[in-house]
């Protein structure tokens, strides 16, 4: 299938009707409130005093605008997303979060109004964000369900045996489907077989041989099949991912950290695209610590930064592979944070705003209803902006929403978009517009 | 679960198609409630699946699950749920113990149940399981964290490209996990200079048939196919020593199918 793997082509890769979905997850919960901070000067000064002691100063603060929102600016270590979102190439979703449906602070105390499950329970949240349903009906990602529909309804990746459905490091529930098993895959690990080494080097073929025979012939039984299938799979794919190692070369380093490894390694499988016949893919990749209950100036200026960097970096690679409008990289998180301070860090809370990068994104905007800083201060339930008084975000928009923006540029049709997101009937607006 | 005096409404309450008498506590509604649902047609069957899946085969037949739930309905001596009468029948029934099961028979091993599977056939110690609880985590079932109530993978997770077939444990067996236990499974094989307690397969190394006998009896009871007992015969003569005779048997055999597939 592939010859002179040690040079493989990316002259162009957007031969094919090729698109990718990256998910990039901040495990813990990121402090959104500090990633992208209101400067208009009634909200801001609302800002430094709910934040009190975590609040940025506005020269630590990389400005951008919105046409209707008005004035805001990125946290100081993210000086990349400020430039990707002034050229057009990164939006901001604000206050964003699990919503069974359109909900108001009123409705929180009312019996029978359906709120999502377990809010502010990590382990909840993590999968909810996954499976994009805020309870436990559903044990799909919606990653997976994207690609699902698409190779079900639209034959994409038909020819191809390379997995489409991918995660870095470790299974993640983003990634599987009904239909589709999530491949996790480990920068690094080109899915080689130790036992396969083996001196002398025709003692490591004959074991590579037979192998290959007890895990191609059919046995009469298909889960045996099916187990042999993916250690043969492995098998077909490593010589792939081993050539493909260093025959792409970036112009624009990575960041050598856990995220910046994972979102190369993502890049280099993209670049591959047209080689392996795979016509839309989903990614997973994270990065962990964002849970800041204390320490959060000094462990958010990492995070932000690292998330900042690989994302810039990625994006770049995506210009240099002449792919930038067939892939998007979007953020999740467990939930947001309180705006109120507790102690050197902050609690859980609910929505959060989260950012949305490629060249297909209609960037320079912050999409959704930014929560006002002033409503928190002189603490306005009636203003729906926030879910208590401690600063925690009520969500305006829907994770549903999000997703199904996501998926129907990914090649979702619009009567596809409800069995993706099974809560998305409850939400006028299906398609938020940011891509 | 803490009972909240507040949320609690008084009334008569009618919840799948029974009643719950008003002026209750939240006690008698909790155990009425649990007692409804418990009393549900839909328990047997539903429990009886999952527990076949969990423990025989993944995809049962519709007589098998009606003989696991009947025997959840009743055991015998007038009970509902005996939990013991089901495992009984799930472990007894002819459909478990058929000695030429069908072609959609059995489950796939876990990451766990399969390392613990091999090293209990070859008698070998894990050591603690913080040691290695890591490499699981990259095969997807990091021990005792389960990601969701669900466990380690959905109990709905149909094989792909199958017709449709249930295979839960395959939503963690993707290519890399397929490898990630191979890798850990010739880690402990190839111990330097030799793994000591594969030492009784070295000393018959020499001899392939025997070599191959006492894999098949140690892993696969004597039902080794002649597809993998050749495989394995045809490669043996080009391993350079008797202890990579002896590894190469197990390894072949531990990562086929048909070891995998609990049947």
């Known amino acids: 299938m592939l010859t002179g793997l040690g040079r493989l082509e990316f002259a162009n890769a957007a031969v094919n009707d090729y698109k990718a979905l990256v998910c990039c997850f901040m495990f813990g919960g990121n402090d959104g409130h500090n990633m992208i901070v209101p400067m208009d000067a009634a909200q801001y000064n609302a800002y430094k005093l709910g934040r009190g002691g975590l609040a940025l100063n506005l020269n630590q603060l990389h400005p951008v605008s919105d046409a209707s929102q008005g004035q805001f600016g990125f946290h100081y270590a993210m000086p990349e997303m400020q430039s990707l979102y002034n050229s057009g190439r990164a939006a901001v979703l604000a206050n964003v979060g699990m919503l069974v449906k359109p909900t108001l602070f009123a409705n929180q105390s009312q019996a029978n109004f359906p709120l999502p499950a377990q809010l502010r329970s990590h382990s909840d949240q993590v999968v909810q964000m996954q499976t994009g349903q805020p309870d436990t009906s559903v044990s799909t990602g919606w990653g997976g369900r994207c690609v699902d529909k698409m190779q079900v309804s639209y034959n994409y990746n038909a020819g191809s045996n390379f997995p489409a459905s991918i995660s870095m490091n470790s299974p993640a529930l983003f990634c599987s489907g009904a239909t589709v098993a999530g491949t996790s895959l480990q920068p690094g690990n080109y899915l080689g077989q130790s036992a396969l080494n083996l001196y002398p080097a025709s003692a490591g073929t004959a074991r590579k041989n037979a192998q290959n025979t007890i895990i191609t012939t059919p046995s009469g039984n298909a889960l045996i099949d099916a187990a042999n299938k993916s250690l043969a799979s492995a098998v077909a794919l490593n010589p792939i991912l081993a050539g493909a190692a260093n025959a792409v070369s970036f112009q624009k380093p990575f960041p050598g950290d856990s995220l910046g490894t994972q979102l190369k390694e993502i890049a280099r499988i993209i670049s591959l695209n047209s080689q392996l016949g795979v016509g839309r893919q989903v990614f997973f990749c994270s990065i962990g610590m964002f849970d800041t209950h204390s320490g959060q100036p000094w462990q958010q200026q990492e995070n932000q930064k690292a998330v900042s960097q690989a994302l810039d970096a990625f994006y770049a690679a995506t210009v240099q592979f002449g792919v930038d409008q067939q892939v998007t990289a979007f953020t999740l998180s467990d939930f947001g944070r309180t705006l109120q301070p507790s102690g050197s860090g902050t609690d859980h809370g609910w929505g959060n705003h989260h950012l949305i990068v490629g060249g297909a994104v209609n960037g320079g905007k912050i999409y959704g209803r930014f929560p006002l800083m002033t409503n928190y201060a002189n603490f306005n339930a009636t203003a729906d902006d926030y879910s208590d008084n401690r600063g925690v975000m009520l969500p305006s928009t829907s994770l549903a929403q999000y997703g199904a923006t996501l998926a129907q540029w990914f090649g979702a049709a619009d009567g596809d978009l409800d069995g993706l997101f099974p809560v998305l009937p409850n939400f006028a607006v299906k398609n938020l517009g940011f891509v | ?263």
Do not use: C
């Open chain 2, 1 to 263: 679960m803490l009972p909240m005096p507040a949320r609690h409404v008084a009334g008569a309450k009618t919840f799948l198609g029974q009643t719950l008498p008003a002026g209750q506590t939240i006690q008698q509604d909790l155990d009425g409630s649990i007692d409804i649902i418990f009393n549900h047609p839909n328990v047997g069957p539903f429990i009886a699946t999952r527990l076949i899946r969990a423990l025989v085969t993944s995809n049962p037949s519709p007589a098998y699950i009606t003989a696991v739930a009947s025997r959840f309905n009743e055991n015998g001596l007038g009970v509902r749920g005996d939990l013991t009468a089901v495992v009984k029948e799930i472990l007894m029934n002819p459909e478990a113990r058929n000695d030429n099961p069908g072609g959609t028979f059995g489950r796939l091993r876990t990451p766990e149940q399969s390392i613990i599977g091999t090293a209990r056939a070859f008698n070998w110690g894990m050591g603690a399981a913080s040691g290695f609880n890591y490499l699981l985590v990259y095969m997807g079932e990091s021990i005792l964290t389960a990601p969701s109530v669900f466990g380690h993978y959905s109990p709905l997770f149909r094989i792909p490209n199958s017709g449709g077939l249930f295979g839960p444990e395959f939503q963690i067996y993707s290519a890399s996990d397929a490898v990630n236990r191979a890798n850990f499974l010739y880690q402990k094989l190839s111990v330097y200079p030799f793994n000591p307690a594969i030492q009784p397969y070295i000393n018959i190394a020499a001899n392939s048939q025997a070599l191959i006998d006492a894999v098949d009896n140690a892993l696969l009871f004597g039902r080794m196919s002649q597809t993998l007992r050749n495989a394995i015969f045809n490669s043996l003569s080009s391993m350079p020593d008797n202890n990579q005779r002896a590894i190469n048997a197990i390894y072949l055999a531990a990562m086929s199918g048909e070891y995998l597939v609990q049947r």
